[in-house]
């Protein structure tokens, strides 16, 4: 069990007398309850409005500052991995660190997540890196227009699947100004090809069968259509990724590099698929940070290592 101000704790409920005992914590970090944004559970339009989707809205928090009057906040999308995965309204330390700087997070539990009845999770069927990318888009406009963010500085950012949403949504759209891909897929196709016995044929579910459909996987593969990436990425990579090899981010940048759009690479050495050395996961917190506030020019509040972004600043 956990909650929004408690991380995941295993936990033994004696129904008698309704005691609970904490057997284990995930986390003993604890955080004074102001600095913690409590998430809002949305219902959000989708799908040419005649679906919906859901998602967690993280509005920023810090009981030490607040924002300068009449201004609304930036607003990271954060799409899950799996993809029929799903997030929940748990603490997140990670999502309190944005929240806390001043940026607001909508957390998404795309169609296709799970823990929305069988109909809902087997949305995504034949339809992975559509509809994903739409409710992802469609609940950052949702909140602009009800003037809870900033509709012109929208960001996004997820890690494995949830970074190929990430990437589908800024190549083959324009909404987001900047994006952040952690060990994200680029190229469907390779990932048919290569990717570990575990999720064999997982693919053949979501997209269709390989590779008797691979017009499919290159119709929706980000690395198929770099012309239409005309935005800032930051990209995270784990060098020893066997799931998501590096090539894969390594393209992107070279063709961001190459049509004149700032893009920073972080690879880290040691790192597989999904970061796990402390060190590491501070140092793309803070790069993501940085990078955003080069791009859309606010200050930090912090003293933060700099992070190399080719083609920035802009040439005037």
């Known amino acids: 069990a956990g909650s929004p101000t408690e991380a995941t704790a295993l936990v033994c409920l004696d129904l008698p007398s309704s005691q609970v005992e904490v057997v284990a914590r995930s986390s003993s970090v604890a955080v004074e309850p102001e600095y913690l944004s409590i998430p809002e559970p949305i219902v959000f ?29 930036p607003l990271l999308v954060k799409s899950h991995g799996g993809p029929t995965g799903a997030t929940a309204a748990v603490l997140n330390l990670g999502i309190q660190y944005w929240t806390s700087r001043g940026i607001a ?18 949305a995504l069927k034949g339809r992975w890196g559509l509809v994903d990318v739409e409710d992802c888009i469609a609940g950052a406009q949702f909140l602009a227009a009800q003037g809870k963010v900033d509709g012109e ?123 796990r050395q402390a060190a590491n996961l501070k140092r793309a917190l803070e790069a993501e940070l940085y990078f955003y506030a080069q791009i859309l020019g606010f200050p930090l509040a912090e003293l933060i290592e700099p992070v190399p972004i080719a083609n920035w600043p802009p040439p005037r």
């Open 45 to 73: 339009p989708t799908g040419g409005g005649k679906e919906v989707a859901y998602a967690f809205f993280y509005p920023p928090k810090n009981r030490d500052f607040v924002a300068p009057a009449g201004e609304k906040p």
């Open 105 to 122: 997070v909508l957390d998404v539990n795309y169609r296709g997540s799970s823990g929305y009845g069988r109909a809902y999770r087997e």
């Open 153 to 275: 500085r929208l960001l996004i950012r997820g890690g494995s699947a949830g970074g190929y949403t990430t990437l589908a949504a800024l190549t083959f759209h324009t909404v987001f100004k900047a994006g952040a891909s952690y060990y994200g897929v680029s190229d469907l196709e390779a990932l048919a090809q290569e990717t570990h016995k575990f999720e064999s044929h997982y693919l053949d579910s979501l997209i269709g069968p390989y590779p008797e459909r691979r017009d499919l996987y290159r119709e929706r593969s980000p690395i198929h259509h770099l012309e239409g990436l005309n935005c800032p990425v930051i990209f995270f990579q784990g060098l020893e990724d066997a799931i998501v090899p590096p090539n894969q981010a390594e393209r992107m940048v070279a063709a961001l590099q190459a049509k004149g759009i700032p893009v920073a690479y972080v690879p880290f050495a040691g790192e597989q698929h999904g970061f």
